[in-house]
């Protein structure tokens, strides 16, 4: 399995992508493709959080793009800027939630992003276990890249 190189325009989040600011999701930048992926999934979490690694954002069924736009909608299904689905993050709420740690602490957050060999069958709004299991078999490669942010 070729890995992805997965960038971001950050390494440390300016407030405009997290609750301090519109929490809007960054850009993000993926290549080495592998001729055979038709799909991707991106799933963003805080390994530092309190509680295990807390969910930002889980989306799939996005087509394969070099450049994630930001600012995707907070929708169940987009079609612009990018086609894709987006599920429930652990704020309870669709699409990206933006980082927002406790005042006094610095966390690191995760984006992994996973080409798949085509769309998986789960419904929009669906939560990382149902994604991660509906994922078994079909990830072809995978690359995360980090960012952090403090409060």
Partial sequence: MNPLTVRLPISHFPPNY???G???SPAIEVRGYD???RAIAIVV???D???GAFVHWVCWNMEVVTTVPENIPKEPETTFPVKARQGTNDFGRIGYGGPCPPQGQTHRFNFKV???DGPLDIAPGSRLPEVAAAM???VLQFGEAQATYGR
């Fill in 22 to 24: 519109a929490d809007i």
């Fill in 18 to 20: 997290t609750c301090d």
């Fill in 136 to 138: 078994r078999g079909h």
């Fill in 49 to 51: 959080a309190s509680r």
């Fill in 45 to 47: 979490n805080d390994p």
């Fill in 35 to 37: 001729d055979n992926v």
């Fill in 114 to 116: 996973y080409a798949l």
